[in-house]
């Protein structure tokens, strides 16, 4: 059938492309991207949108952001080539393909090339209905800023708002790379067109088009309930990918997953377009010539000056075989150097951290703190401001709006005033807690008799840095918690008192962006621990903090498969709402990895 030869050539053109894209393109963008990047020095949270100001990293960015554009492009023009000629039945070659989708790159020039990058880029993977590709194949917000939304009306309401006019839009432009292909029209005049078809088309070919993508989007989404676990993405290809194979257990699992994963989306992608052209016939949709005689005689010429060069390698090749095979030697000694190296210990045991003390009561509150201690988690993440009269409290939010109904910061009012105001949130609405204050916390783990610890974020206000950081100090002084404790903030500068006057402190920083390769970067801080947003997670980045004696720990992890695929990505901890789900993982873990050894015992900070 056509159909079934449209999905063979697409699965082989995948395949090809796949290679080409691992093999030469991602590293080259790679590379040029984070060098530029380094160049400008760190940039984490909220600074990293001062990296894309500065004119050099700018420039280079939108150059990558053009050649990632033309590139999906190209991809998704090959595919609908493939399926449009599979339709009409008509006889070719995949390299035949290949080289007339070149000529489409031409429907970029102009205000369509910027334009087409961040549809191609940005909106396509985004609603990910219909169209994959290869260099961008998911973009996602963070589940950070997802789940901060759906505590609040508002926020939900954003989140219904942001999901309807992204797949609306999308809807709408579905023919418009079709168009592109097929018509060689610029992407102004194809998405005018895709608006004009769905006004001419009947409602029966409207329904079947709205009920293929929801076929599309029923189908992966039950494929993404089954596999919980984050698929892998380009940067986990890299030159560390035999070490991957070797020690990363969530790499190899995850590696048959998203070959199967791969196969799947370019079947389905197959099936799509040739439905989509199918859809267009009538409107007599014909392919364009695959490329004018002056491209015609630029292929010849380029074809001969690579046979050309293609026969002076052989002839090398013939000539000087003992070299050739000591290369060859020579590379193989290097892979298993590689694979003969030894893996270093984890620092100490995989931490179970109740993310603002997890959900035995109001985030924050003491009740949710001593309730992490009872799920059997080894530390409670509390979050640490400094009221108008200088007392540390537990509070995250940068005001009380979400949790009491009030516009005031914790820093506008005095301790006796924020202490009167009662508290909530989504797991326990109505509950009438009171903010509590880092000493009343630390008080009650002292005498409770528990032994559990505290990783502290201190969350500064302008201009109160050093005031927070001395008066956390100087509690954790006085409760000889030193040792039960760690601290992190996303403005490390604010944990130089403490490192000064504590160096045997354990100090960390938190990073939930970054503007180029976390691990090229942030280990130039003389930090103890990173604690990073999950979509910063990544095999490179457990594998070089392993290399460093460097803990990792992950927030917030909701899922139990994430939390196993992390632990076996060599992550060293997890902090999650859920703490007793990190406790029961972090043992299916170890049940399924006997006689794992760590450099230090389960509660050796030091």
């Given at each position: 059938?056509?159909c079934?030869?449209?999905?063979?050539?697409?699965?082989?053109f995948?395949i090809l492309?796949?290679?080409?894209?691992?093999?030469?393109?991602?590293?080259?963008?790679?590379?040029?991207?984070?060098t530029?990047v380094?160049?400008v020095?760190l940039s984490?949270?909220?600074?990293?949108?001062?990296t894309?100001?500065?004119p050099?990293v700018?420039l280079?960015?939108?150059?990558?952001?053009?050649?990632?554009?033309c590139?999906?492009?190209?991809?998704?023009?090959v595919?609908?080539?493939?399926a449009?000629?599979?339709?009409r039945?008509?006889?070719?070659?995949?390299?035949?393909?290949?080289?007339a989708?070149?000529w489409?790159l031409?429907?970029l020039r102009?205000?369509?090339l910027?334009?087409?990058?961040?549809?191609f880029?940005l909106?396509?993977?985004m609603?990910?209905l219909g169209?994959v590709?290869?260099?961008?194949?998911?973009?996602?917000?963070p589940e950070?800023?997802?789940?901060e939304?759906?505590?609040?009306?508002?926020?939900q309401?954003?989140?219904l708002?942001?999901?309807m006019v992204?797949?609306?839009?999308?809807?709408?432009?579905?023919?418009?790379?079709?168009?592109m292909?097929l018509?060689?029209?610029?992407?102004?005049?194809?998405?005018?067109?895709?608006l004009?078809?769905?006004?001419?088309?009947?409602?029966?070919?409207?329904i079947a088009?709205?009920a293929t993508?929801?076929?599309w989007e029923?189908a992966?989404?039950?494929?993404?309930?089954?596999w919980?676990r984050?698929?892998?993405?380009n940067?986990?290809f890299?030159?560390?990918i035999?070490?991957?194979?070797?020690?990363?257990?969530?790499f190899?699992?995850?590696?048959?997953?998203?070959?199967?994963?791969s196969l799947?989306?370019?079947?389905?992608?197959?099936l799509?377009?040739f439905?989509?052209?199918g859809?267009?016939?009538?409107?007599?949709?014909?392919l364009?010539?695959?490329w004018s005689r002056?491209?015609?005689a630029?292929?010849?010429?380029?074809?001969?000056r690579?046979?050309?060069?293609r026969?002076?390698?052989?002839?090398?090749?013939?000539?000087?075989?003992?070299?050739?095979?000591l290369?060859?030697?020579g590379?193989a000694?290097?892979?298993g150097?590689?694979?003969?190296?030894?893996?270093?210990?984890?620092?100490?045991?995989?931490l179970?951290?109740?993310?603002?003390?997890?959900?035995?009561?109001v985030?924050n509150?003491?009740?949710?703190?001593?309730a992490?201690?009872?799920?059997g988690?080894d530390?409670?993440e509390?979050?640490?401001?400094l009221t108008?009269?200088g007392?540390?409290?537990?509070?995250h939010?940068?005001?009380?709006r979400r949790?009491?109904?009030?516009?005031?910061s914790v820093?506008?009012l005095?301790?006796?005033?924020?202490?009167?105001?009662?508290?909530?949130?989504?797991?326990f609405?109505?509950?009438?807690?009171?903010i509590?204050?880092?000493e009343?916390?630390?008080a009650?783990l002292?005498?409770?008799?528990?032994?559990?610890?505290l990783?502290?974020?201190l969350?500064?206000a302008?201009?109160?840095?050093e005031?927070?950081?001395?008066?956390?100090?100087?509690?954790?002084?006085?409760?000889?918690?030193?040792?039960?404790?760690?601290?992190?903030?996303?403005?490390?500068?604010?944990?130089?008192p403490l490192?000064?006057?504590?160096?045997?402190?354990w100090?960390?920083?938190?990073?939930?962006s970054?503007?180029?390769?976390?691990?090229?970067?942030?280990?130039?801080?003389?930090?103890?621990?990173?604690a990073?947003e999950?979509?910063l997670?990544?095999?490179?980045?457990?594998?070089?903090a392993r290399?460093?004696?460097?803990?990792?720990?992950?927030w917030?992890?909701?899922d139990?498969?994430r939390?196993?695929?992390?632990?076996?990505?060599?992550?060293?901890?997890i902090?999650?709402?859920?703490?007793?789900?990190?406790?029961?993982?972090?043992?299916?873990?170890?049940?399924?990895?006997?006689?794992?050894?760590?450099?230090?015992?389960?509660?050796?900070?030091?």
């Amino acid at each position: 059938m056509r159909c079934w030869r449209a999905v063979r050539e697409m699965i082989r053109f995948e395949i090809l492309w796949k290679l080409l894209f691992f093999l030469l393109i991602n590293p080259v963008f790679r590379d040029v991207y984070q060098t530029y990047v380094a160049s400008v020095g760190l940039s984490f949270n909220g600074g990293m949108l001062w990296t894309f100001l500065t004119p050099k990293v700018a420039l280079i960015f939108l150059a990558l952001l053009l050649g990632a554009g033309c590139l999906v492009f190209y991809e998704y023009s090959v595919a609908i080539r493939i399926a449009a000629l599979c339709r009409r039945g008509e006889a070719f070659t995949l390299a035949q393909v290949m080289k007339a989708a070149v000529w489409d790159l031409g429907t970029l020039r102009g205000w369509s090339l910027p334009a087409g990058a961040l549809y191609f880029v940005l909106l396509l993977p985004m609603a990910r209905l219909g169209y994959v590709s290869t260099m961008v194949p998911l973009v996602t917000v963070p589940e950070f800023v997802f789940e901060e939304m759906r505590k609040s009306l508002p926020g939900q309401a954003g989140m219904l708002a942001f999901y309807m006019v992204q797949y609306a839009v999308h809807l709408l432009l579905i023919f418009a790379p079709l168009r592109m292909t097929l018509r060689h029209e610029r992407l102004g005049q194809a998405a005018w067109g895709s608006l004009r078809l769905w006004r001419r088309s009947g409602w029966k070919r409207g329904i079947a088009v709205v009920a293929t993508l929801a076929v599309w989007e029923r189908a992966f989404t039950e494929l993404a309930r089954y596999w919980r676990r984050n698929l892998l993405g380009n940067d986990d290809f890299d030159r560390y990918i035999l070490k991957y194979l070797l020690y990363s257990q969530a790499f190899r699992k995850d590696l048959l997953f998203w070959l199967l994963a791969s196969l799947l989306q370019a079947a389905a992608m197959a099936l799509f377009l040739f439905f989509l052209v199918g859809a267009l016939e009538r409107e007599g949709m014909l392919l364009q010539p695959a490329w004018s005689r002056d491209g015609l005689a630029l292929w010849d010429m380029l074809a001969r000056r690579s046979a050309a060069w293609r026969a002076r390698w052989e002839e090398r090749l013939r000539t000087q075989r003992w070299r050739c095979a000591l290369g060859a030697l020579g590379l193989a000694a290097a892979a298993g150097l590689v694979l003969s190296c030894s893996q270093p210990l984890l620092v100490h045991r995989p931490l179970a951290i109740a993310h603002r003390g997890g959900t035995g009561g109001v985030e924050n509150s003491l009740t949710a703190v001593l309730a992490a201690a009872e799920a059997g988690a080894d530390c409670a993440e509390i979050d640490v401001q400094l009221t108008k009269d200088g007392v540390p409290v537990l509070f995250h939010d940068g005001n009380l709006r979400r949790m009491a109904g009030r516009g005031e910061s914790v820093g506008e009012l005095t301790w006796a005033e924020l202490r009167e105001i009662p508290i909530e949130d989504h797991y326990f609405p109505e509950a009438g807690e009171r903010i509590p204050s880092l000493e009343e916390v630390l008080a009650a783990l002292t005498e409770g008799g528990t032994d559990m610890g505290l990783l502290i974020e201190l969350k500064p206000a302008a201009g109160t840095s050093e005031a927070l950081s001395w008066a956390v100090m100087e509690l954790v002084e006085d409760y000889g918690f030193g040792e039960r404790a760690m601290f992190m903030s996303l403005d490390y500068l604010c944990l130089l008192p403490l490192q000064e006057r504590h160096p045997e402190w354990w100090t960390g920083f938190c990073a939930y962006s970054t503007a180029g390769d976390i691990d090229d970067a942030v280990f130039r801080y003389g930090m103890d621990f990173l604690a990073v947003e999950e979509s910063l997670a990544s095999n490179r980045l457990a594998t070089q903090a392993r290399e460093l004696n460097l803990p990792v720990y992950v927030w917030s992890v909701y899922d139990n498969e994430r939390m196993l695929q992390y632990l076996e990505m060599g992550i060293s901890g997890i902090i999650s709402d859920y703490p007793e789900e990190a406790v029961s993982v972090r043992e299916r873990y170890e049940r399924a990895n006997p006689g794992i050894e760590y450099c230090g015992a389960p509660s050796d900070f030091q």
